[in-house]
């Protein structure tokens, strides 16, 4: 059974930098995407960057590319977003997503798509 535990987050002032990271386990073979979403109270949950769990494949939302990087470290099955110039409108739940797939090279960035989901670490930007 696939399971997700995120760790990290916590609060930092406009412009700071913050990072959480999830680790996967449970996994005994195949493709998944793994991803981060946030979730800010009172609005939808949106995808904000995914990896392939196997291959160095990538994708950060425009909306967040020239801040957050993800990267991954296949010995230890962890998946880390690495957020800078944090700004208000950052703060939410940020969760870990994962699901099984057979694509070359994408994943989904829609939150319906993903089976397996984290419990959620905060993320607090004060003004």
């Known amino acids: 059974q696939v399971q997700l535990l995120e760790s990290g987050g916590g609060s930092v002032q406009t412009g700071g930098s913050l990072s959480v990271s999830c680790a996967l386990s449970?996994?005994?073979?195949?493709?998944?995407?793994w991803a981060w979403f946030r979730q800010a109270p009172g609005k939808a949950r949106e995808g904000v960057a995914w990896?392939?769990?196997?291959?160095?494949?990538?994708n950060i939302h425009d909306s967040v590319k020239t801040r957050f990087t993800i990267s991954r470290d296949y010995t230890k099955n962890t998946m880390s977003l690495q957020m800078s110039s944090l700004k208000p409108e950052d703060s939410g739940m940020y969760f870990c997503?994962?699901?099984?797939?057979?694509?070359?090279?994408?994943?989904?960035?829609?939150?319906?798509?993903?089976?397996?989901w984290g419990q959620g670490t905060q993320v607090t930007v004060s003004a």
């Open positions: 997503a994962a699901y099984e797939t057979w694509a070359r090279d994408y994943c989904s960035l829609r939150a319906a798509g993903y089976t397996t």
């Open positions: 449970g996994v005994t073979g195949g493709r998944y995407c």
């Open positions: 990896v392939l769990s196997d291959v160095s494949i990538e």
